[in-house]
């Protein structure tokens, strides 16, 4: 009654594209035909609880993070690195 929970496994997978370039200077994303993003997928952990009032969560996303470069979204720009998150929500009132 006062522990609820939830743990999962999210996996995305992405085939390989050709991917919209960015340029700074206008602040804009544009077609592109010469880079090739490669197919990658991305695995996160998660952890939710909820004790009495408060809930409480702790993920761990990109879980399959080989130690390379990782994986690129748009030429020269490489994705979210790997990394632990948490939160706390906690209700005071009735």
């Known amino acids: 009654k006062y522990l609820n929970s939830q743990t999962g ?3 995305h997978y ?3 594209y050709l991917a919209d370039a960015y340029m700074p200077i ?3 994303f544009h077609l592109q035909n010469s ?3 490669d197919p990658y997928w991305v695995a996160d952990f998660f952890i939710n609880l909820q004790i009495g009032r408060a809930r409480v969560f702790l993920k761990y996303a990109y879980l399959n993070f ?3 470069s ?3 979204t748009t030429p020269i720009y490489l994705g979210m690195p790997n990394q632990f998150t948490f939160g706390i929500n906690w209700i ?3």
């Open 26 to 28: 206008t602040k804009q």
């Open 9 to 11: 496994l999210d996996i």
């Open 66 to 68: 080989s130690g390379g």
């Open 70 to 72: 990782g994986y690129v």
């Open 14 to 16: 992405k085939s390989g």
């Open 35 to 37: 880079f090739f993003v």
């Open 92 to 94: 005071f009132l009735n």
